[in-house]
């Protein structure tokens, strides 16, 4: 089945520091791709939808200048906590959707995120 | 707005059947999906529904649709100790931007 591939898998910054997330698409282009939060225990949160070559469109709560998203091409967006602080501190996953009205959605690995 | 739900958590026996069960809210969802989460991992699909059907079934996964009650479910038959994880049913619709919808997940404990 089709590959979605997040790096880094694991984290640590310091407080105040940026740090960039990168989700690829790898056998398949993907002109939508959403990130997710994930706090221990609990559901995927949607922050945002990736649209190539557009705005990311982002869930109501979400900051757009804290969490900026970028969809450069077909097979990559990059999500960049900036500025980030330990409350920040999360497991991230993004998923890629094939295309055509059947699409499927598939996900990364996920980014375990410590900001100390 | 949206809402998916499930019960937090289910432990059953190895070689015994699994039920998870998923309620809805949005009747315009056209596509229902299990997703089975390990430890520390993404999601994986398990397998997914057209809103039109009723029963889908996949090797050892068999999937209810009562759309009527806005009610899905995931039975996994003969359930072995791998299949320990959470496992999570999420709707989308074919119109916009095609976003998902997730449940809260239920944690099932496989009993050897």
């Known amino acids: 089945g089709a590959v979605v591939s997040q790096h880094p898998s694991r984290v640590i910054c310091k407080s105040g520091t940026s740090v960039k997330i990168e989700c690829r698409s790898l056998d398949f282009q993907a002109t939508t791709m959403f990130w997710y939060r994930q706090f221990p225990k609990q559901s995927l949160m949607l922050m945002a939808t990736?649209?190539?070559?557009?705005?990311?469109?982002?869930e109501q709560g979400v900051e757009k200048d804290k969490f900026l998203i970028n969809h450069a091409s077909l097979t990559l967006s990059t999500l960049t906590v900036t500025s980030a602080h330990p409350e920040d501190s999360s497991f991230y996953i993004c998923s890629a959707r094939t295309g055509g009205a059947a699409g499927e959605l598939f996900f990364g690995e996920g980014s375990r995120l410590t900001v100390l | 707005g949206e809402d998916v739900e499930q019960s937090l958590f289910l432990s059953v026996r190895e070689g015994d059947s699994s039920v998870i069960n998923c309620t809805y809210t949005?009747?315009?969802?056209?596509?229902l999906y299990w997703y089975k989460q390990e430890p520390g991992a993404g999601l994986q699909l398990l397998t997914y529904i057209f809103s039109n059907m009723d029963m889908k079934q996949d090797q050892r996964l068999t999937v209810l649709l009562n759309k009527k009650d806005k009610h899905l479910s995931l039975r996994i038959a003969d359930t072995q100790t791998g299949d320990s994880a959470i496992y999570f049913c999420a709707e989308s619709t074919l119109s916009g931007t095609y976003k998902y919808i997730f449940g809260t997940g239920t944690r099932l404990k496989v009993l050897a």
């Open positions: 949005d009747s315009s969802s056209t596509y």
């Open positions: 990736s649209n190539e070559g557009s705005k990311a469109t982002y």
